[in-house]
């Protein structure tokens, strides 16, 4: 782990503190250890609590991407969480011992790239943008993969659900924010639209994950009971 402190001495926050690389050191171990043991993500926040006084988070996670970016693991960056991952072009060696993921039916993939461009979106928005009603059960699988969740209620008569994705979602799919989602050439080059799509065309920009839209309010556990998706007292049913 030499690597990380190297000879230069680490300035961190707007007072010019200077840290001594052993502590730079010591916190990178921490750091690793911290995320080399835990089965999912880790926020962030969580890492950086735990490390000395003074030490910024992001340049020391900063500096171990960077030291494992050439290894057969990779840590990467999942929003405001960290996690390892195999590398992407040594995704083929360890395929065939990984559980396989539950393949998601044409309409599941519909609607779940519908919720990634557009989200905030309402079940009646997917359903307008995709010309036919959506089944509660296409929801209900996406919402049990963890890919897709309840994000908010839209201020308009009845207060409909929003739905966005989570950070599994990004994590299944290599991405460090929503904004590396494919762009419009990217989606022409892999083939999924065709040259014959209108001049103007464009492909949604979706907000932030905590980013709330201007007519939507954040899901609370009021609203989770009131839909039948919490237990009186907060906890989610079975």
Known sequence: MSELGGNEDFVAGEGATVVDPRRLHEAARIAEALVF?????VPEGYIADRLPGG???????RQLKALYAGRG????????HWAFRTAPDLSFVVRGDETE????SRAALE???IIAYHQPVTRAEIEDIRGVQTSKGTLDVLLEAGWVRFRGRRRTPGRPVTFGTTK???DHFGLEELRDLPGLEELKGAGLLTGRIPSNFQIPLPLAEDEVAEDEDPITSLDLEELGLLTPGGKEDE
């Open 101 to 104: 993921t539950r393949k998601l």
């Open 168 to 170: 599994d979602f990004l």
């Open 37 to 41: 043991a835990s089965a999912g993500p």
């Open 55 to 61: 030490v910024d988070v992001g340049h020391v996670m």
């Open 73 to 80: 693991v990779n840590l990467v960056q999942v929003g405001d």
């Open 111 to 113: 609607v779940l790239s």
